[in-house]
C-alpha cells in the first residue's frame, strides 16, 4: 500500500505536463555531513533492499535513442575509513582487491580465508559498516539477531584486527569534545552541540556523530568533485548525453546510444581519481533501458 500511494501514484502526480519528465530538486545546505538531499519528490529514497520496491525503478525511463548508464562507488565509506585511520590492515586489504568482508571475517574469527561461511562474511559485513556510524553491541545485537555480549565480542576483535581505526575513531570522539566540532578530509566542520548536553543519551549521539561524519562527509565531497568533473567532461565534449540524478554513492546518466562507451569511460576516470586515497577508488557502471535494469 505504501508502495503504491507513495510511489506509484506520488510519483505520477510530480509528472510535469510539458516534457513528460519528473524535476528534483537538490539541495546543498540540509544535511550536516554534506550529503546532497533530493525533495519535491524526493528521487534518493526510491526502494532498493525489497524486490517489490526495486520494480518501482521499472518506470524510470530514458527518452528515446539514449540509455542509462549508473556508476556507483563500490564501498567508499569503508575505503576513505582505512585512508583516514591509516590502519596498513585494512589498507593492504584493499590495496590487494581482498573481498573486504571475507578479509574481516577471516580475521575477526580466526578463520582461514577460504573457508569463510556465508554466515560469517554478512556478520562481518555488518561489523565493517556498523563501525563507520558507530555502531553499539546492543544496535550490532539487533542487527545480526545475536546477544548483547557476543556482538560486543565482534566489535572488540574487530578493533584488535583493525587497531588504527580504534584510534582514529577514539580521536575523532576526542577532537569532538575539545573542539565541538569535526571536519570531514576536505575541511567541511560538522558542528556537534550535543558534546554540550546534560542528556547522557545525547552526548552519546555526539559520540556517533563525531565518528560518522568525517568519513561520511569525505565520501559526500568526494562524489560532488565527480559530479563536477563528469559535468566538465560531457559540457567541454559536446556530448548529448546528461547527469541527471545523484544517489549519494551512484551518479546516473542519460547516454545517447552513440556515446555508450565515451561515457562510460568518463564516468569510471573521473570516479576514479576524484581523490587521490591511499587506497584505490572503484566505480562499478552498469547500462540498462530503464533504472532497475542499469542498477
Known amino acids: 500500500t505504501k508502495l503504491k500511494s507513495t510511489y506509484a501514484d506520488g510519483l505520477e502526480s510530480d509528472i510535469d505536463e510539458k516534457d513528460g519528465r519528473i524535476h528534483t530538486t537538490f ?18 529514497n526510491i526502494p532498493i533492499r525489497m524486490e517489490l520496491g526495486r520494480q518501482i525503478r521499472k518506470v524510470f525511463v530514458p527518452q528515446d535513442g539514449y540509455v542509462f548508464l549508473d556508476a556507483d562507488y563500490s564501498q567508499i565509506e569503508l575505503r576513505v575509513l ?18 573486504i568482508h571475507r578479509t ?38 539487533r542487527d545480526l539477531n545475536i546477544s548483547k555480549k557476543q556482538a560486543e565480542k565482534y566489535i572488540e576483535d574487530y578493533f584488535e584486527t583493525y587497531p588504527d581505526v580504534k584510534r582514529f ?19 567541511r566542520i560538522r558542528p556537534i552541540p550535543e558534546f554540550a548536553s546534560k542528556n547522557f543519551m545525547q552526548r552519546q549521539f555526539g559520540e556517533r556523530i563525531a565518528m560518522n561524519s568525517p568519513i561520511q562527509g569525505t565520501a559526500a565531497d568526494i562524489i560532488k568533485i565527480a559530479m563536477i568533473r563528469v559535468h566538465k567532461k560531457l559540457k567541454e565534449g559536446n556530448y548529448k548525453s546528461r547527469l541527471i540524478l545523484q544517489i549519494h554513492d551512484e ?4 547516454t545517447h546510444k552513440d556515446e555508450i562507451d565515451e561515457v562510460k569511460q568518463i564516468l569510471e576516470t573521473e570516479m576514479v581519481h ?22
Not at 539541495?27 to 534518493?44: D, H, I
Open 104 to 141: 574481516t571475517a577471516a580475521l575477526v574469527f580466526h578463520t582461514p580465508y577460504k573457508e569463510v561461511t556465508e554466515l560469517q562474511r554478512r556478520n562481518a559485513k555488518a561489523v565493517n559498516f556498523g563501525i563507520v556510524y558507530g555502531i553499539s553491541g546492543f544496535g550490532l545485537s
Open 169 to 187: 575513531m577514539d580521536e575523532l570522539v576526542e577532537q569532538g569534545k575539545q573542539k565541538g566540532y569535526v571536519t570531514s578530509l576536505f575541511g
Open 274 to 295: 576524484a581523490c587521490d586515497l591511499a587506497v584505490p577508488l572503484i566505480a562499478e557502471v552498469k547500462q540498462g533501458i530503464n533504472w532497475y535494469e542499469a542498477k
Open 27 to 44: 539541495n546543498q545546505n540540509v544535511t550536516a555531513t554534506g550529503r546532497l538531499s533530493s525533495t519535491e519528490p524526493n528521487l534518493q
Open 82 to 99: 582505512a585512508h583516514m585511520s591509516e590502519d596498513e590492515t585494512l589498507i593492504e586489504a584493499y590495496r590487494e582487491n581482498a573481498d
Open 251 to 254: 551518479l546516473l546518466i542519460e
